[in-house]
């Protein structure tokens, strides 16, 4: 069975960092890009961040986290991060990991993500 498990979401207050994890189990996670997107309330799930099977080459990030945000992997362990720094309101969200292989990809339930002014 196929799961991505997001976890680590809150609420913080501005300014203020949290680290987001997405726990793969079910098929071969290192042979998938992770990418964590976000979906805040009567909004469009934007990408937010994005990294390669193996973790090397560019990472890929939204203009507006760069430099706040940074996604990471740890394929021994079979898990995706994404640590966020320097939180603003506008980071208020539902984040979602996701796999991407190909044409085949998978999605996690999503965690709440709530930043205070």
């Known amino acids: 069975q196929v799961q991505l498990v997001e976890s680590g979401g809150g609420l913080v207050q501005s300014g203020e960092a949290l680290t987001l994890s997405c726990a793969a189990s079910?098929?071969?996670?290192?042979?998938?890009?992770i990418q964590w997107h976000r979906q805040a309330p009567g909004k469009e799930r934007e990408l937010v961040a994005g990294l390669s099977s193996n973790g090397n080459g560019n990472n890929l990030y939204a203009d507006s986290v760069k430099g706040r945000f940074t996604i990471s992997r740890d394929n021994t362990k079979n898990t995706a991060f994404l640590q966020m720094s320097s939180l603003k309101p506008e980071d208020t969200a539902v984040y979602y990991c996701k796999a991407i292989m190909g044409r085949s990809a998978y999605w996690g339930q999503g965690t709440q993500v709530t930043v205070s002014a």
């Open positions: 079910g098929f071969t996670f290192s042979h998938y890009a």
